[in-house]
């Protein structure tokens, strides 16, 4: 099958030098094209910036924001058969980028902030047969949002991690993570690599594509 998956941090910049971004490395999102390749899936990959090599099968489209995300996901969705959907994409971005560096003399301290793009929900008129798989990223149990986020973004499943663990989320190795699936079913995957989450999230995609 045709994975799209998205990987990594947005910067959404406030001018030349400065920009809004978060703790995301793309470990997962890689992890993920690793293992969709180890399983003989044709890959795409949309990066934000990171600092990672993804494997020499995978076809890697480099972005900077949201807005670059969703156009990206957008070029390349009538591709795929599986969307998934593991960058730390903004939620928030300044209202109005200077096109030369700010000065503090001329900032008030106060940044307006406008809503990025919703990819998922973007996209999600264009899904017809593609699996479509979300994360949630919550601090505290993840599941009360990620079963709100799975129904409202029309997902069919979702990963759910809780990035205020020390040993799971951003930047780490290793993820905590609980998959929920559409029809209500659930796994509780316990610690592990963010490899072998991988592969066990492509083995559970592949699983409900075949049926
Ligand atoms: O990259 P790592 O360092 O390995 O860290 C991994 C991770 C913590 C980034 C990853 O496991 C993870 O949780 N990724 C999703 C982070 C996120 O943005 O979660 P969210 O709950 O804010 O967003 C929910 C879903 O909507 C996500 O699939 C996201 O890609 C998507 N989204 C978010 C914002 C937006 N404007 N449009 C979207 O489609």
């Keep these: 099958m045709r994975f799209l998956i998205t990987a990594g941090p947005t910067r959404e910049m406030l001018d030349p030098v400065r920009f809004l971004s978060n703790r995301s490395t793309g470990k997962m999102g890689y992890a ?23 494997p020499a099968a995978v076809k890697v ?3 900077v924001s949201a807005a670059d995300v969703l156009n990206s ?20 971005r300044p209202a109005s980028v200077s096109a030369v560096k700010l000065k503090k003399s001329n900032m008030s301290g106060t940044l307006e902030l406008e809503r990025t793009p919703d990819i998922l ?36 499943m979702i990963v759910a991690n809780d990035v205020s663990q020390s040993d799971a989320g951003f930047a780490v190795d290793t993820n ?24 066990m999230i492509v083995e559970k995609i592949e699983n409900k594509m075949e049926k």
């Excluded at 969709?36 to 090599?53: F, K, N, Q, Y």
């Excluded at 008129?125 to 029309?154: I, N, Q, W």
């Excluded at 993570?177 to 610690?191: E, H, I, S």
């Design 32 to 54: 993920l094209a690793y293992a969709a390749v180890v399983a003989g899936h044709e890959v795409r990959l949309i990066s934000g910036p990171v600092s990672l090599a993804a």
């Design 61 to 63: 489209s480099d972005v």
């Design 73 to 92: 996901v957008q070029d390349n969705l009538q591709w795929c058969d599986v969307l998934i959907m593991a960058a730390a994409v903004a939620d928030w």
């Design 121 to 156: 929900k973007s996209v999600a008129k264009y899904k017809g047969g593609r699996f479509f798989v979300g994360f949630a990223a919550e601090t505290g149990d993840p599941l009360p949002e990620a079963s709100r986020k799975l129904k409202e973004k029309g997902l069919d």
């Design 176 to 199: 905590r993570v609980t998959v929920l699936f559409a029809n209500g079913d659930y796994d509780n995957l316990p610690l592990m690599s963010k490899v072998e989450v991988a592969k």
